[in-house]
């Protein structure tokens, strides 16, 4: 079957780093996106990696590895607001699918 | 810029009631997905609707149906309601198949008592 691990929760303190991992058991995809959703609120966009390796936007960073069957999203500095549950998602290869699989979820909370 | 608009926001209904779900796209975007999402699980793809037919439906039963009118907003119906049908109901958006990014609305939280 297609599935996408996360743990299912983290906490870290304002200021710091965190990652949140994300494996992986499908057979190929087009790519790994993350999303974010705070507790009563739209999950929204925040990374894609469609190659291997990292991407950089701003506080956050998404990594992939094909081979490890493998990514992660890096948040830095990190800030109360950053508290919110957060999801891996990719799109498999399978002929003529637009179907999207979510992970399970990490839920982030940052402590002052 | 609207983005992407579901209603109702909340809904209680009871076993074996029907209940219809609406969405409106955001601005200039064609093709809408559903998805459910039970407390503390990731969203569950339920189908995707393009040029107003479903594309892509996932392990759902046919007591989930959709609909997508000429202006691209979509309605999910869901018949004979379960509790297990108790969710968040999601609403995404995106301009064209097979985009990476997909723009969510806030949903529609369905109580089935």
């Known amino acids: 079957g297609q599935s996408l691990e996360q743990p299912s929760e983290v906490t870290a303190v304002e200021g710091a780093i965190v990652q949140i991992n994300c494996t992986y058991q499908t057979s190929g995809f087009y790519g790994l996106s993350w999303y974010q959703q705070h507790d009563g609120g739209a999950p929204t966009f925040l990374s894609y990696?469609?190659?291997?390796g990292l991407e950089e936007t701003g506080r956050f960073s998404s990594f992939l590895s094909r081979s490890d069957s493998y990514g992660y999203l890096l948040l830095q500095e990190l800030q109360m607001k950053d508290s919110a549950s957060y999801f891996c998602a990719v799109r498999p290869y399978t002929s003529g699918t637009y179907k999207y699989i979510f992970g399970t979820g990490t839920r982030l909370k940052v402590l002052a | 810029d609207a983005g992407v608009t579901q209603s109702p926001t909340h809904l209680i209904k009871t076993r074996g009631q029907q209940v219809t779900l609406r969405c409106s796209p955001k601005s200039g975007h064609d093709t809408v997905s559903w998805y459910q999402q039970a407390l503390g699980q990731g969203p569950q793809f339920i189908f995707q609707y393009y040029e107003e037919e479903e594309r892509q439906r996932g392990n759902f039963p046919d007591r989930f149906s959709g609909h997508q009118f000429p202006n691209y907003s979509s309605e999910l119906n869901v018949n004979a309601l379960l509790l297990g049908d108790s969710a968040l109901y999601l609403c995404?958006?995106?301009?064209?198949?097979?985009?990476?990014?997909?723009?969510f609305g806030a949903g529609t939280r369905l109580s089935v008592l």
């Open positions: 995404a958006s995106s301009k064209g198949l097979a985009k990476n990014i997909q723009y």
């Open positions: 990696n469609g190659l291997d």
